[in-house]
């Protein structure tokens, strides 16, 4: 960062960053859409939830959503018991309508469903949502902000993007303490000082606007939410120091905080300058005085040498070049090194927390997530709660020609009828199996089969958290081989991975068409299978056993082909020195990630 950036210094910048993020958040909870707190549960996030207590209105409210939330208690729906008791329908208010004001936070996030994600964005979107369930239609607000407390244990769990995009702020929880919450942050009047006055403040230059959105591109985030959540905090941050006006130290320390948790990669280096012919010096002087001549005859006038390093102090810096430079220093080290090797896992995760692959319909088994209208069935079970919904509205119309037996009697029976019927339904996820493909051929084959080896460790170490398998095919000479079958089991793998050897031609296509046929029996067997190649892409043996590189590329592309038709997850490792167009296509052919790792290791092949 320039000197001159650092020069417009921003008081509240001097309090640790989870109070000056709990502070900046209090303020104005739904505009700035939440906070992602890393880690599980843990001294410090109880701390920082009870400093956001006390920072928020007086009655604001703040709610924790269960996981396991269903749409009736989340939205709202028919009050059951008071609408039998009163005898027309009854509004019961849910989660969003109730937190309108505060905050929800939602635990163990990463385990939350895309359909409740989906819910809950809609409604932070709008500040309001439409009620229409058991027959009700109402429009409710739903003004709030999020904590999403992100309890993962690994890079592929996440909680769901569409959340995690509408979050200003991310901490990670592992690495604070209770210290860091100590200071002399805001009082609750300045907060509603600064909140009045957040409407007024503005920009100091256009150029900052401009600068926001280059730093935001520079670093792979392309949706226009991020650049707008960082001028929304600028302007706050402006607002709680007392000023009109957002300078560049706020945009920079909004940057710092906004853009840097969301960096998707490194910028690109600065291009170098190509030298201009008519910056070269003539090579005669006859030359050098014609040029003379054809240039201005009226001298330049002479600048005083204490003027001109006056001048180039005062040339105000690119608010683009401070931004990048800041956020980049404000990443950690661990993430910079992951954003420039391109190894860096997928942000938007699984919105399932276990399993690893894709869900499944069971009518007995699994978690619960809706319930639908139909004839009971044997082997299925009925959802009590709900049907009694379906049936509370048609009571009035259903007891009608039994309302003289029912005054004498003085019983209210509930009637319910086939149509009323609502079966539980429920998802399970598939186990996964995932199939490394390795090419064990050429005179480089001993190092890329020693990085298998490894990789496959740490994968059956994953086995037991992810109930995933793992399988192990080789193709070298003229044909491939399965050399490990689907398993679990750490020692048999150790076993048949520790006589493997390498060298000799390249059997592309054999090699696709073995982990296609495994895949797709894996996936008659009820599991999920992924495909992860490692190979330079460059085979010399066809299908029939001919030597021919011509030949042999051609059978590899039609085999890259059958697996990109049958819908089945790849990734290819381009393991060349130096990636080339031909691999490039045939991970385009197979609908295949295509990652190029000249310099292999275990770790980054198993968090791919």
Known sequence: MTAEAQAETVPCAAWPEALLIATLFAMDPHGLGG????????????????????????????????????????????????????GQPVVQRGLLSEVDGGVLVLPMAERLSSATAARIAAALDEGQFQLERDGLT??????????????????????????????????????????????????????????????????????????????AQAFGLNSARPALLCLRVARMVAALDGRKVANLG????????????????????????QPDD?????????????????????????????????AEHKSPPNPSEVLVDAVKSALPAELIAALGSQAKPNRQGRASGSGGGALQKSPLRGRPIRSRSGTLKPGER?????????????????????????LETGKKRIEVRKSDFRIRCFAQPKEA??????????????????????AVELLLAQAYVDRSRVALVAFRNEAAEILLPPT??????????????????TPLAAGIDTALLLALAEKAKGRTPRLLFL?????????????????????????????????????????????????????????????????????AISAI
Not at 157 to 163: R, T
Not at 257 to 270: M, T
Not at 446 to 451: C, D, N, S
Not at 549 to 556: E, L, N, P, V
């Open 535 to 603: 190979t330079d892409g460059r085979g010399n043996i066809g299908r029939e056993g001919r030597a021919g590189r011509s030949a042999a590329m051609a059978d590899a592309l039609l085999a890259a082909r059958a697996v990109g038709l049958a819908e089945i997850a790849a990734v290819h490792i381009d393991t060349s020195p130096f990636p080339r167009p031909g691999a490039r296509e045939l991970a385009e052919a197979m609908r295949a990630i295509y990652a190029p790792l000249p310099y292999l290791n275990a770790q």
């Open 138 to 215: 109402s429009l409710l607000p739903a003004r709030f902000g999020l904590i999403l407390l992100d309890e993962s244990m690994g890079p592929e769990e996440s909680p769901p993007f569409a959340l995690l995009e509408r979050c200003s702020f991310r901490l990670d929880g592992n690495g604070l303490g209770l210290g860091d919450l100590a200071g002399d942050g805001a009082s609750l009047e300045d907060i509603e000082r600064a909140k009045n006055a957040l409407p007024e403040i503005g920009l100091a230059s256009e150029s900052l606007l401009e600068a926001i959105c280059e730093a």
């Open 433 to 454: 199996t995932t199939i490394l493909v390795v090419d064990a051929s050429g005179s480089s084959a001993f190092q890329r089969l020693a990085e298998a080896k490894g």
């Open 278 to 310: 008519s910056d070269q010096q003539p090579e005669t002087q006859d030359e050098a005085e014609q040029t003379e001549a054809e240039a201005d005859p009226t001298p330049p006038a002479e600048t005083p040498p204490d003027s001109q390093t006056e």
């Open 250 to 273: 706020d945009v920079t320390l909004a940057a710092q905080l906004v853009l840097a948790p969301q960096a998707l990669q490194l910028p690109p280096p600065p291009e170098e300058p």
């Open 382 to 406: 009925l959802n009590i709660i709900e049907t009694l919904r379906a049936a509370a509205p048609w009571q009035k119309l259903r007891r009608r020609p039994q309302a003289d037996a029912a």
């Open 488 to 505: 679990r089991s750490l020692a048999r793998a150790r076993r048949q991975l520790s006589d493997l050897a390498g060298g000799g031609g």
């Open 35 to 86: 906070i992602s707190i890393k880690g599980r549960g843990s001294p410090f996030f109880d701390a920082w939830l009870d400093l956001l207590k006390e920072l928020l209105p007086e009655g604001a409210p703040l709610r924790r959503c269960p996981v396991q939330t269903g749409d009736d208690r989340l939205l709202g729906g028919l009050d059951l018991a008071t609408s039998l008791a009163m």
